[in-house]
């Protein structure tokens, strides 16, 4: 049917200019010169420091905010109280908030002049312009997913099991670990890799806090920005493909632990 | 209007729903396709209807080819088994949305609205929404939405398979009453044999994708041309080569010479009739079924020796019609 | 925080040590209500008046206009297109439909600032098809596209997913065609999912930073966004300035949070 190829052909070509021929396009960039420029950026050493403040802020961000998630979600549905959806709210908030916000409310709360700044400031810990800012922005941005991805698949499976377990002695503890955990492991999975995407990418928040000193504070994505600013296309463009590639992967295991599937 | 098939084929992949099949269907008649799941009993239905495509062969409505025709242009009505009613749409709206599809004015729409709602008893419901109604008025409001139409052929695919027992033998008596009223050609899948015999005229009894049997109810009762037939359409008894209905097991205190021996096992009341469990000849289980003035003339319980013939027998696969003479 | 109390009593079957749901709270409390009270508090602070300034100064209404109208406009392009892609994605059958189904996420798991960089490449100065619009209000449109691509698509895939073909069957049985049919029977029952869709994607829109911030030039009356506005507010120390539309997108992404709920709520009146 005409009609049939006729949607199909706009819904292609829609896809192809907004998202794949970009994303392509990327990849031609940054190889543009050869492979030899592109070896050179990555292996510059601020280029590998960007990388590894990235993944150091995700190695702290992620289990914390996975504990809170599943933690989150057993209150959320196991127990009954008054505030369960000011709570909800709350969890929800971060999706909500721009960036540029998350940065600015966290400066007020540790810059020179805001709430405990000059106390971190005199302890030698500084907040704003530093790594801890940085880590305290990420947690922000990405805080919802592991919960949002655990409450329902908690929801689904019901306190059946849960309470057949207690009928045969066991406790809450060894319940949770021998049949609640196993059953929303792959929520958890697929809201792990929602949350390490959010805190790899996250790019306004840490701008705003980060001072962008170079070397220091410097996150991969803020290298993308601040290398392009300086014309240092293929430096940017690289780090751009890293994050790319990280992407891809993060979009592979998505559709691998997605919660339609079934496990 | 008359229905005509002629040499259907139609696969699903692997499986074949429909083998080879030819059907005429009399105009003005009440016509149950009745078979087992995956005897192929909807997807024939759906062929008439034009909602799956034959691979081979012919569909006729009232004497023109519609083999090449969407459902849109065969002047049909559909039932469906889950309603399929317009969930978004109130009862009213449910009904006159093939009136307004046609353009007619909306006068007589409200009018013919309200007719129907008034053949299907759910007058005053015309502004509640589906989800508001039970099963059965979903079923009621889906029928008059076929009927607003006037279709030539009104078609019904298990439409009270969903419904609770008690709704179902309302409906079903309901359906005949309003074919005996409008005598519009209707065709209705089930896989329950009494709704079959309570409802139609004719019988089409389907089995993997072939007709195996066509006829009046009791013809297919009576005279079923296979053991697959009789036993889809009834009880039966198998001793040996010989096919025996309950209802059709004499039993006696006395031998007679025709008689077999036989021991009773267990006496249950059903209600209307009572079910007798007995064991031939130290090996065959047989079940009778008896009025409850037979039971209480012979006082049958538990262990108690009797003796047993059929008054009526089949055999199959070429054998003659055994008919014991009483 | 002091409306939520904790229960003493639990729940029969599996449980953390008592001590974890506390300790979340505290976190929860640490990393995102602090923040939030504190500007909240700033925003009181320089009372009504010096609010309402920072406001109605005309950048920051013209980056609020723009921002508003151009997410608006996003919002109504994935509104058609959004659907229409669903549509496609689960009536269509082709080679690469799945490939094509796992890109729509792309928006969620890239950087929006190597998003930003992406549509550089193809819509900047360096084009290979010549099309350059930097610097231009289109370009703000663009990234916001590309953002909340996948918003309406995935509201309304599971949607169209659990519809009913028999409803449709039924409309082509009364004699309807299909466009009609669409129109008359899909689109009502979808259009929940829709205005949910776009709902999240007018939301996402309205704060986006870094894909925009790449493409748009970011100048103050022509091509400056609202987020934008904000981070020069910081970098020039301007904190009531920035404080003041903080609150106001806030506020927006508040709204239509809420009406999202609400739209939950009304369309599955009809469910059952």
Redo the contacts between chains.
């Keep these: 049917m005409i009609v049939r190829y006729g949607l199909r052909l706009v819904a292609l070509t829609y896809l192809a200019l907004l998202l794949i021929i970009p994303v392509g396009m990327i990849v031609a960039h940054t190889f543009s010169g050869g492979l030899a420029p592109v070896w050179t950026a990555l292996t510059d050493p601020d280029a590998i420091k960007a990388l590894g403040l990235t993944l150091k802020i995700a190695i702290i961000v992620v289990p914390l905010n996975t504990l809170f998630g599943i933690t989150m979600a057993l209150v959320m549905v196991r127990r009954e109280f008054r505030g369960k959806a000011l709570l909800s709210a709350l969890i929800d908030l971060p999706f909500a908030v721009s960036p540029v916000i998350v940065g600015f409310t966290l400066i007020l709360v540790y810059g020179m002049n805001g709430w405990f700044g000059e106390f971190f400031i005199n302890q030698g810990y500084p907040i704003i312009f530093s790594t801890p800012g940085m880590v305290l922005a990420t947690m922000f941005a990405s805080l919802p997913f592991v919960c949002r991805e655990v409450i329902p698949v908690l929801r689904e499976i019901g306190t059946e099991q849960e309470q057949a377990a207690a009928t045969l002695g066991a406790r809450a503890h060894q319940t949770f670990r021998r049949i609640t955990l196993p059953a929303i492991r792959w929520g958890i999975v697929y809201g792990v890799v929602l949350t390490t995407a959010r805190a790899i990418g996250e790019y306004g928040a840490v701008a705003v806090v980060s001072g962008n000193v170079i070397g220091q504070t410097q996150t991969l994505t803020l290298r993308v920005s601040q290398e392009y600013q300086n014309f240092d296309h293929i430096a940017a463009y690289t780090a751009a493909l890293e994050l790319a590639v990280i992407a891809l992967v993060t979009l592979f295991l998505m559709n691998l632990f997605h919660p339609r599937k079934d496990h | 209007m008359a229905i005509t098939v002629r040499n259907v084929n139609k696969r699903f992949g692997d499986f074949v729903a429909l083998d080879d099949v030819s059907l005429d269907v009399p105009a003005g008649s009440l016509t149950a396709l009745l078979g087992p799941s995956g005897s192929g009993k909807s997807t024939l239905l759906r062929v008439i209807a034009g909602l799956e495509k034959a691979d081979q062969g012919d569909v006729f409505i009232g004497g023109a080819e519609a083999t090449k025709l969407p459902p849109q242009r065969r002047d049909i009505g559909f039932v469906f088994q889950h309603y399929a009613a317009f969930k978004h749409m109130t009862v009213a709206k449910n009904v006159a949305f093939g009136l307004e599809i046609r353009k007619r004015r909306k006068d007589e729409v409200k009018r013919r609205v309200a007719e129907l709602l008034d053949l299907v008893q759910l007058d005053g419901f015309g502004d509640r929404y589906p989800s508001q109604l039970s099963g059965g008025q979903r079923q009621r409001m889906a029928l008059a939405r076929a009927l607003a139409v006037e279709p030539e052929v009104l078609l019904l695919d298990e439409p009270f398979g969903a419904l609770d027992a008690k709704v179902r033998s309302e409906l079903r008596a309901w359906l005949r009453r309003l074919h005996d009223e409008m005598h519009v050609t209707t065709v209705f899948v089930t896989h329950d044999q009494e709704e079959a015999m309570e409802v139609s005229d004719t019988i089409v009894l389907m089995d993997h994708g072939r007709i195996v049997q066509e006829g009046r109810p009791q013809d297919l009762y009576d005279h079923p041309e296979t053991e697959f037939v009789m036993r889809f359409m009834g009880q039966v008894n198998r001793i040996g080569d010989v096919y025996v209905r309950p209802h059709d097991v004499e039993i006696r205190l006395e031998p007679n010479g025709t008689t077999e021996a036989a021991v009773v096992e267990r006496v249950l009341h059903m209600g209307h009739h009572i079910r007798v469990d007995l064991t031939v000849n130290g090996g065959d289980p047989v079940s009778a079924q008896l009025t409850r003035d037979e039971a209480e003339r012979l006082g049958l319980e538990p262990g108690r020796p009797v003796f047993v013939r059929p008054a009526k027998a089949r055999t199959f696969a070429g054998e003659p019609e055994a008919e014991a003479v009483s | 925080m002091t409306?939520?109390?904790?229960?003493r009593r639990?729940?029969?079957?599996?449980?953390?040590?008592s001590v974890?749901?506390g300790?979340?709270i505290t976190?929860?409390s640490v990393?995102?209500?602090?923040?939030?009270s504190?500007?909240l508090?700033?925003s009181h602070k320089g009372g009504l008046d010096a609010f309402w300034q920072a406001v109605t100064a005309p950048d920051a209404v013209a980056a609020l206009k723009l921002t508003l109208g151009a997410a608006l406009l996003v919002a109504l392009i994935n509104a058609v297109?959004g659907t229409?892609?669903a549509?496609?994605?689960v009536r269509?059958s082709?080679i690469g439909k799945g490939l094509?189904n796992?890109?729509?996420?792309?928006?969620?798991?890239?950087?929006?600032?190597?998003a930003g960089?992406?549509?550089l490449?193809?819509?900047g100065p360096n084009s290979?098809i010549g099309l350059n619009i930097t610097y231009t209000r289109k370009a703000v449109v663009?990234a916001l596209?590309?953002e909340t691509?996948p918003f309406v698509i995935r509201s309304v895939q599971p949607v169209l997913l659990e519809l009913?073909r028999?409803?449709e069957?039924?409309?082509?049985?009364?004699?309807?065609?299909?466009h009609?049919i669409f129109r008359?029977?899909v689109l009502?029952?979808l259009l929940p999912a829709i205005l949910s869709g776009m709902a999240l994607a007018f939301?996402r829109a309205?704060?986006?930073?870094?894909s925009v911030?790449?493409l748009s030039g970011n100048v103050p009356f022509a091509t400056e966004v609202?987020?934008?506005h904000?981070?020069s507010q910081?970098q020039s120390d301007y904190?009531t300035g920035?404080?003041a539309m903080?609150v106001v997108?806030?506020s927006i992404?508040?709204v239509?949070?809420l009406s999202i709920s609400a739209l939950h709520r009304w369309s599955s009146?009809?469910?059952?």
């Design positions: 409306t939520v109390a904790l229960p639990r729940a029969s079957g599996a449980a953390l040590p974890a749901p300790v979340a976190y929860l990393v995102v209500l602090l923040p939030l504190a500007l508090w700033e297109f229409l892609i549509w496609v994605l269509d082709f094509a796992s890109l729509i996420d792309l928006p969620f798991a890239l950087p929006t600032v190597v960089l992406t549509l490449t193809l819509y290979p663009l596209m590309f691509l009913d028999e409803m069957e039924a409309a082509a049985s009364l004699g309807a065609r299909g009609v008359r029977v009502p029952n939301a309205v704060g986006e930073y870094g911030v790449m609202a987020s934008v904000i981070y910081i904190v920035a404080t903080s997108l806030l992404s508040l239509v949070l009146k009809h469910d059952r």
